[in-house]
């Protein structure tokens, strides 16, 4: 994701955001301390807190059903001539605020490169590491099922 060029940000734009939307305000407010504070923006929409219904499929692969609501907060904000977007599970508005203007961040040629190493990178590979640390625990759970077969004879 780091080395693709910069014309092919629309195809990296979703999973971009998809880490910052599993990150937390602390994950991306360090971004901010460290670089003088957050760059001048205009709140297009104000962070607010809504529900979506989510999905669940039968066996992971079958016929989807509806297992509840969630709880998101969403944001937009303009930067220069860029537009960042957020949804972020809960209710932390700076948690949606911050991903917006680092989505509005990763859009702009001039920065795009220092937020992926700086923010998106590690973000992802910390990410990527708990999942592999709760599939190898859920692992160490995983039962064998077998069943005999009764000979006729």
Not at 18 to 35: C, E, G, I, P, W
Not at 36 to 65: C, N, S, W, Y
Not at 77 to 102: E, Q, W
């Amino acid at each position: 994701m780091l080395d693709t060029p910069l014309t092919d940000m629309n195809s990296l734009r979703p999973r971009w955001m998809a880490v910052l939307a599993r990150s937390t305000q602390d994950d991306l407010k360090h971004y901010f301390d460290q670089n003088g504070g957050l760059p001048d923006h205009h709140i297009m929409k104000a962070a607010e807190t809504g529900t979506v219904m989510v999905e669940g499929r039968a066996g992971g692969t079958g016929q989807r059903f509806n297992t509840g609501e969630a709880t998101v907060t969403r944001c937009v904000v303009r930067l220069g001539s860029h537009m960042g977007f957020s949804y972020a599970l809960g209710r932390d508005k700076n948690h949606a605020l911050y991903a917006a203007i680092l989505d509005a961040l990763l859009q702009d040629p001039a920065h795009h490169h220092a937020v992926m190493v700086a923010v998106i990178k590690p973000l992802q590979e910390r990410q990527a590491q708990v999942r592999l640390e709760r599939s190898r625990k859920a692992a160490t759970t995983k039962v064998e099922f077998f069943t005999l077969v009764r000979g006729d004879g």
